[in-house]
């Protein structure tokens, strides 16, 4: 037994969403339709805003941006899952898991990074109409997007970094379907604190610190709205922030509560539920929510079918 408890794991174990055969054909079923839906969703609208001319707007530079995140975010996770429901042992190598780690926190770090960003370009088109040109030029877009998946690196690799540095020796069965820290921490052969201490400080900082810009931004955009005669433009400018406010509660709902959690001893059924939220089905509802709230996403569909 001492040379065993001293022995490094080289895989893990999951132990999935579920044990009986038939809910697992079930939920392979309906986790192949949400991938399909993400994956053509997602494809649809970087494609449009690359082909429609009308399309080139900061807006969509940063809704291209989100979309590639959503497919990478859903792209590591599903297509495993979609594996394991159909084998009995359910397994990943240990560089397998620290790989889909790593990206898992790059594009998701990213992601609400650039949802900050977006409300940005919103506060300003909204609040700021006559200098939204000179404010958001394309330059100024690139370097925000760049400073988006810049910032999902670093929290990556800090995240990745105070996690796949403990030692794995012993049990390798994680409660969960995909890796991510909390998951994690709960089978590493050493004190965890100070892996937790730096998982909930990047939290906050990538989650509640863009979260409360957000919230700044469309405090502004309600004031000045508010204020408009128009009442179509009202309807505009509600329509365009309702989209991009409603991808952002569904998003930080989930996030911020998976990220805050990394001392909790057991993995649970709700814990689960959520990730499921986070990682299959947001990416699969922001193209959705984007296409059918946007008349310009519709538009540019109907000309490129209409051709």
Known sequence: MGEENHTYVTEFVFLGLAQDPQTQELLFVLFLIIYLLT??????????????????????????????????????????VLVHFLVKKKTISFAGCSMQMVVLLLVGCTECVLLAVMSYDRYVAVCKPLHYSTIMTRWVCVQ???????????ASLVNSTFTLCLPYQGSNIINHYFCEPPALLKLA????????????????????????????????????????????????????????????VLFYG????????????????????????????????????????????????????AK
């Open 144 to 154: 925000l997007a760049l400073g988006s998946w810049g910032t999902g690196v670093v």
């Open 254 to 305: 989930s996030a911020i509560f998976a990220c805050m959690r990394p001392n909790s001893k057991t993995m649970n059924e709700r814990d689960k539920m959520i990730s499921v939220f986070y990682s299959a089905v947001t990416p699969m509802l922001n193209p959705i929510i984007y296409s059918l709230r946007n008349k310009d996403v519709m538009g540019a569909l109907r000309r490129i079918t």
């Open 189 to 248: 052969s050493a004190d965890t604190y100070n892996a937790e201490m730096a998982i909930i400080v990047m939290g906050v900082v990538i989650n509640l610190t863009p979260f409360s810009l957000i919230l700044v931004s469309y405090w502004n955009i309600i004031s000045t709205v508010i204020q408009m005669q128009a009442g179509e433009g009202r309807l505009k400018v509600f329509s365009t922030c309702g989209s991009h406010f409603t991808v952002v």
């Open 39 to 80: 994956v053509l969703g997602n494809l649809l609208i970087i494609v449009l805003v690359h082909i429609d001319s009308r399309l080139h707007t900061p807006m969509y530079f940063f809704l291209r941006n989100l979309s590639f995140a959503d497919l990478c975010f859903s792209t590591t996770t599903v297509p495993q």
